[in-house]
């Protein structure tokens, strides 16, 4: 308590000292998002929780002055802090997206962790050290569960298909019996005829699994009529 206390005296090292906390929340959940390839990563998220950090800090400390007008003129210094929440909303409403196609959404488990980040940055610069890394490891722990053992929604991905079957021949029934067995259902099917007589399908599909490209040598090799096909997650 004595070297709380002490340190207490020297209000810049506090400051300093939860920003640069927030800095490391930040990073440790950035660091969560980029090891998953996704578009906001470590210098996104240690940014914002910083400067969340920051705002808080001025909206604290930075209006003792301004005390004598708390009723008068209806002066509210928290406002800062409260208006980081509607302000970055807005950073995360960018990083949420459509696809070209227009058949999947990405992006919003990046943009509710921009938003906690920053929730976990206000908590550090309010000086709660203790709550603003319980919550940056509870995150990043339930974070790492849900890829390991995925439910409801995150248990599927949306995976793009691309079929050629050099005849004209109805070639749908065969890929439709192994879409059942592997439990993968078509969200969107599109059936394009060439003038060479080939058929291309193009699926986009829910799938539990992922394909690998061993997978899709493997279907190609088995049915002689398929001159070409790919895959991607959307």
């Given at each position: 308590m004595e070297f709380i206390n002490e340190f207490s005296q020297y209000p810049f090292a506090v400051y300093a000292t939860r920003i640069i906390l927030a800095g490391v929340c930040g990073f440790a959940i950035g660091l969560e998002r980029s090891l998953n390839q996704k578009s906001a990563g470590v210098r996104t998220h240690a940014i914002v929780c910083c400067a969340s950090a920051l705002f808080m800090i001025v909206s604290i400390y930075g209006f003792k002055d301004a005390d004598g007008l708390m009723g008068d003129r209806g002066a509210d210094p928290s406002r800062i802090a409260a208006?980081?929440?509607?302000?970055i909303?807005?950073?995360?409403?960018?990083?949420?997206f459509r696809d070209k196609e227009?058949?999947?959404i990405r992006g919003l488990t990046?943009?509710?962790g921009i938003w906690s980040t920053a929730a976990i940055?206000?908590?550090?610069?309010?000086?709660?050290?203790?709550l603003a890394v319980f919550v940056t490891a509870f995150l990043i722990l339930f974070m790492v569960i849900m890829h390991r053992f995925p439910l409801g929604g995150d248990s599927t991905a949306d995976y793009r298909l691309s079929i050629t079957a050099k005849s004209e021949e109805d070639f749908y029934p065969v890929i439709l019996e192994n879409l059942n067995k592997n439990n993968a259902q078509i969200s969107k099917l599109k059936i394009t005829k060439s003038p060479d007589g080939s058929v291309t399908y193009k699926l986009t599909l829910k799938v539990n699994e992922v394909p690998?490209?061993?997978d899709l040598s493997r279907f190609m090799n088995d049915h002689s009529e398929v001159s070409d096909i790919s895959g991607n997650v959307v």
């Open positions: 208006q980081v929440v509607t302000g909303s807005f950073l995360g409403a960018g990083m949420i227009g058949d999947a990046t943009a509710a940055g206000l908590a550090a610069g309010a000086g709660m050290y203790l690998e490209a061993e």
